[in-house]
């Protein structure tokens, strides 16, 4: 049972330095220098509202999944559904990075 804590308590850990990593990319890729780390919550859109991301900086975010999580995207539509949020993009990168 102990064991069982300590496993989620590393993954929960795990997740939230893989969202601040994520962050830190996502700001210093797009050139965001206006946006600090902490504006940029786990569960806010990153297209439209929230961060107010377009086609162009999501061509930016399918390179960095490639470049630092070993991540390819075969099909564009699916980095919709990925680039939901911080979220949803750190939990498909734990889930699928070769990196």
Known sequence: ?????????VNLKEMEDLKLELKTKIIEVLNLEDVAIEEIKDTDP?????????????LELI????????????DPKKGKEIFESIEVMAKYIQENRTK
């Open 46 to 58: 990153l297209f439209g509202g929230g961060l107010g991301l377009d086609s162009i900086d999501a």
């Open 63 to 74: 390179v960095l999944l490639d470049k630092e999580y070993g991540i390819k995207l075969a």
């Open 1 to 9: 049972m102990v064991n069982w804590h300590i496993d989620t308590l």
